[in-house]
């Protein structure tokens, strides 16, 4: 087992690398935020916050990956 890094940064870094993924796949696939928010079944707001690596839930995450057809694991590793 690994401790968290000294950084409190650590996690606002990782969530931007997660919602810079989520925009690039999305972006790769030719949608836009109103069409992953649509087939997801969640606010416009949420699509925006995730890609803005703001915090998620990860009932959310699931959802986007669902829709973007990607294994969430590819978004978080």
Known sequence: ???LPDDDEW???QLRIIGARVRAE???QGL???QVWQAARIDRRTVQNVEAGREMKLGTLLRIA???EI???DLVR
């Open 26 to 28: 999305r972006r790769r």
């Open 11 to 13: 996690t606002p870094n």
């Open 66 to 68: 669902w829709v973007l």
């Open 71 to 73: 294994s969430p694991a």
């Open 32 to 34: 836009t935020q109103d």
């Open 1 to 3: 087992m690994r401790d």
